[in-house]
């Protein structure tokens, strides 16, 4: 064994080793849901997270990133909220910090039962499901993902670990109008197994209801241009030519969004929509996260990376186009209820790379051509304003637990 990978081991090992939490406590929350993940993977996420509340009476926990307790406080006051980061790579800059200041406050806690809704395998997320005592747990795992077959073997302190939808499994996984993706088979496969009866595909499709603005529909293309990484981003000389063509026959105003420390690319962008002729476009007004959230549910039409945005738009119905390249293709995205939002993603011999990718534009999405971006938000366009989305289905009373 490689020496850096050693010492590694060692260290992983002894946090665990001294932080472990008592095996089989007694439990203060009937239920702990744990869920360290980006603000679009909580999106996935919750209509899991609303359909495992609703089986059980008692207190509840949920544990969550910084980036998503804005929206898990909004969603779901009904359950007590712990945040956490979303993700710690480094063993002594981020795990020992947090294992300090945070281990002893997990350890404290006790679970009847917890669920953990993050598949894909860090030594970070190991270490926080082992710091939670639970009399029951319930993990799955992604062991194809590469970073499993990398990791130091930290075994997660699961009743049972349950295997990660293949990429055959997840290829056209439909439940009528219902297209969805590994995540969303993943959650329906752990609650299934914990409730011990079948789940539908409906049953835990992602929920933000509590989320949608009460406003009048905003007449604007919102075009949300920037991604966590910019390998997973569209070329913006093609951005700019797919949103000129549209508006060339649907003269909508153009709101472009951003984070915060994103300001300064969307004010290079807006200028650069302008010096193409393009006058009407604005960036979208500073909000906090979860205004930001229902505000997309009023657009008429969004064009969005694979980002929080597309998540926003595809759960409240909002007619969009997405653009999604192939590294993750299948896991996270395409998902959609029925025909009211597109994913667009040009098929190379590389996908399903994990976006490691050696390029300079990565050609899943470079390749895809502005004319079919056009194209396909002109066909949203013609859907209705609003929508509420795909119904999700109500637990039943009767198996609670």
């Known amino acids: 064994m ?5 010492l590694s081991t060692v260290g992983i090992h002894a946090l665990a080793g001294l932080t472990h939490a008592p095996a089989r406590p007694e439990g203060r929350y009937r239920l702990a849901l744990l869920k360290l993940d980006r603000i679009g993977d909580f999106v996935l996420a919750s209509g899991a997270i609303r359909y495992a509340l609703a089986q059980v009476e008692g207190p509840k926990l949920l544990v969550v990133s910084e980036v998503a307790a804005p929206l898990a406080h909004r969603l779901f006051p009904e359950a007590d909220c712990l945040t956490m980061p979303a993700f710690a790579p480094g063993l002594l800059r981020d795990m020992l910090p947090i294992a ?23 030594h970070y997320h190991r270490l ?48 009528g109008a219902l297209l969805g ?5 993943g959650h329906r496969r752990v ?6 009866r079948p789940v539908t595909l409906r049953a835990v499709w992602p929920w933000l209801e509590p989320l949608r603005a009460n406003l009048p529909p905003q007449q604007a293309l919102l075009v949300a241009p920037f991604c966590s990484a910019r390998i997973r981003e569209y070329p913006a000389e093609k951005l700019i030519e797919a ?9 909508l105003p153009i709101h472009v969004a951003c984070a915060p420390d994103e300001r300064a690319r969307a004010a290079a962008l807006i200028a650069a929509f302008k010096r193409r002729g393009l006058r009407d476009v604005a960036a979208v ?3 906090c996260l979860s205004d930001y959230a229902g505000l997309v549910s009023a657009y008429r039409l969004v064009l969005s990376m694979d980002s929080a945005t597309a998540h926003f738009a595809a759960a409240f119905g909002t007619p969009g186009v997405a653009l999604l390249g192939g590294g993750h293709f299948g896991h996270f995205a395409p998902w959609s209820a029925g025909s009211r939002f597109t994913w667009l993603c040009h098929r190379t011999p590389c996908h399903h790379c994990e976006w490691r990718c050696p390029l300079d534009e990565a050609e899943c999405l470079a390749e895809i051509p502005p004319k079919t971006v056009a194209e396909a938000l002109a066909r949203q366009f013609q859907r209705p304003a609003r929508s509420l989305g795909a119904p999700v289905e109500g637990p039943a009373p009767a198996a609670r637990h």
């Open 2 to 6: 490689p020496l850096p990978k050693f």
């Open 100 to 122: 300090l200041r945070r281990s002893r406050t997990l350890r404290s806690l006790r679970a009847e039962t917890l669920l953990h809704l993050r598949y894909q395998p860090t």
């Open 243 to 251: 949103v000129r063509e549209f508006h060339a026959a649907h003269p």
């Open 285 to 287: 007004p500073n909000a």
């Open 181 to 185: 993706c590994g995540e969303l088979e």
């Open 128 to 175: 926080v499901q082992r710091w939670i005592p639970a009399r029951r747990a319930l993990a799955m795992e992604d062991t194809t993902h590469p970073l499993w077959r990398e990791a130091i073997r930290l075994p997660l302190v699961s009743d049972r670990e349950l295997p990660y939808p293949s990429l055959g499994e997840i290829a056209d996984l439909r439940e």
């Open 191 to 196: 609650m299934e197994a914990w409730l011990r």
